[in-house]
């Protein structure tokens, strides 16, 4: 099989690295300034920036652990303070010349809309508002934002062109920057509809099993398999068909496959029994005629509803609960089952969980490796174990990895279990194999994969 590529960028990353190129420019701009006033002696100057170093250190760390966006928005707080303070300490309008510090507050507004575009918060946007208004009564050169208009400062002969000019490149370089990220978020749609329409899309199962082993259905996973990368992850492509709108239509092509990937489980006494369990989206499932879509797929097909499980996550319930329950009831009435997917990541009220006809709830796979590696994790696997079963729900556990995983799991309640330790997603013909393989003995598994029959 193919190995899963990276080729295909997706638009957060290029977002993260223009980002990234903008904090760098930040940097060596605050640098240059500091060689400056160490040169001129200005060293209160000096210190000030210092301090912003100091201050801004944390959100470097934080954007190598991952936290991208937030450390953005704080580097921006910080940023914005920094030039408020100097703009109104030092950088004061004075009878020989103007003030410019505060030039640089327009990109701190544009950055943070690259950065809202990825990660949407109304933080955000009061942080934009802030910066607009900041740069209004900066330019405004309003009395009480100005702590002393008499002392001439010597960094204002050089401020006072170096600013506007750097200042300047900057946003020029961040707009021509968001052009270029525009262009290739239009690529990577174009390329994902061009993925549909030419049938590159693929489905591989990963083998769902009960206590014992036994495989008892199979989740469908989706891969686009692009004709020169190879196998790219869902996880890499799914963000931008996300954004474009293009899920409802890749989750439409994701039922079809499945439910014809069923219907010849159907034709074999091993696998006839199967239940399929298919990864649906917020935006698809909220689609109006979703339901409607479904039941008529399914019956045109015949399809035994009851063997289909669909996996919906928290993200679900967020907005419009009623019409999210109506619409499982109907599902529900016609025999189709459901599982709530990465359980535990999001925030579902205990009483919203009751009112829904869920059959299952899967454990996210952070969980589980939490419980095999420290003691707080293990806290956090059992009680979410325990809350699934005494709300009556089957607890699947997701990203059984190793033996002792599996047994801590089962000790914790879950009855249902899935992993690389059973098998990592396949083709339908390997999963029809592996099924017929493992139909008449209890299996043992070991860390390296299937182990032998007994
Ligand atoms: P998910 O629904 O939680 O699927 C489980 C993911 O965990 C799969 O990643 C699976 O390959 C991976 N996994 C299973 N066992 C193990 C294990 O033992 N160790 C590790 N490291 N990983 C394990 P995959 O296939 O990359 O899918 C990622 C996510 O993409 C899925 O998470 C699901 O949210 C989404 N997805 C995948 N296929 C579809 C689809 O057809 N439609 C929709 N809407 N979303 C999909
Ligand atoms: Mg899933
Ligand atoms: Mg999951």
Redesign the pocket.
């Known amino acids: 099989m193919p190995h ?1 590529s990276s080729a295909f960028i997706p638009a957060a990353a290029h977002a993260t690295y223009l980002c990234r190129i903008a904090a760098y420019t930040a940097v060596a701009i605050a640098l240059g300034w500091f060689s400056y006033f160490i040169w001129s002696k200005e060293w209160d100057l000096a210190v000030s920036l210092i301090i912003l170093a100091f201050v801004t250190l944390p959100c470097w760390v934080m954007a190598m652990r991952g936290l991208f966006f937030r450390s953005l928005l704080i580097a921006q707080i910080t940023c914005l303070l920094f030039v408020g303070f100097f703009c109104y300490r030092y950088d004061v309008s004075n009878q020989l010349f103007q003030r410019s510090t505060h030039l640089y507050i327009p990109t701190i507004a544009l950055v943070g809309y690259i950065s809202y575009q990825q990660t949407k918060s109304k933080f955000q946007i009061f942080i934009i508002l802030i910066s607009l208004v900041l740069f209004i009564l900066f330019s405004s050169n309003v009395h009480f934002l100005s702590m002393d208009n008499s002392t001439v400062r010597h960094f204002q002969m050089v401020s006072s062109w170096i600013n506007p000019l750097l200042s300047t490149l900057l946003f020029v370089g961040v707009i021509v920057a968001m052009h270029t990220d525009f262009s290739k978020r239009k690529k990577s749609v174009k390329a994902i509809q061009n993925a549909l329409y030419n049938d590159q899309f693929i ?2 199962y ?1 083998p769902v099993v009960n206590l014992k082993g036994r495989v008892t259905g199979a ?5 686009w398999n692009h004709p020169s990368s190879g196998l790219i ?3 890499t492509f ?1 963000p931008d068909a996300q954004q474009a709108g293009m ?1 409802p239509m ?2 439409e092509w ?1 039922i079809a496959q ?1 439910f014809n990937d069923l219907l010849r489980w159907q034709e074999n006494a091993e696998t006839r029994h199967l239940t399929v ?5 917020t935006d ?1 499932f909220m689609q109006p005629d979703f339901v409607r879509k479904l039941l008529q797929q399914a019956q045109v097909k015949n399809i035994p509803c009851r063997q289909v499980r669909l ?1 919906l ?1 928290e993200s679900v319930f967020i907005s419009e609960p009623h019409i999210v329950a109506a619409k499982m009831d109907e599902l529900a009435a016609a025999g189709f089952t459901f599982a709530l ?2 359980f535990g990541t999001g925030f579902s009220a205990l009483s919203t969980l009751r009112k829904l006809p869920l059959n299952q709830i ?1 454990i ?2 952070s969980f ?1 490796t939490g419980a095999s590696t420290n003691t707080k994790g293990v806290v956090i696997a059992r009680n979410i174990a325990r809350m699934g079963t005494e709300l009556g729900l089957e607890v699947v556990a ?4 190793t033996p002792y995983q599996w047994s801590i799991m089962k000790e914790y309640g879950c009855t249902v279990f ?4 059973f098998s ?2 396949v083709s339908v013909a390997d999963f029809i194999l592996f099924v017929s393989s493992h139909s008449h003995h209890d299996t043992e598994y070991s860390a390296s994969g299937y182990l032998s029959h007994r």
């Open positions: 899963i489905l591989l990963q989740e469908a996973l989706i891969r992850s869902p996880v799914i899920m890749i989750g994701v499945a369990s298919i990864n649906i989206t698809h996996e996550t997917d990465d899967k996210d796979r589980v997701e990203g059984i990895e899935q992993g690389f330790l990592r997603p």
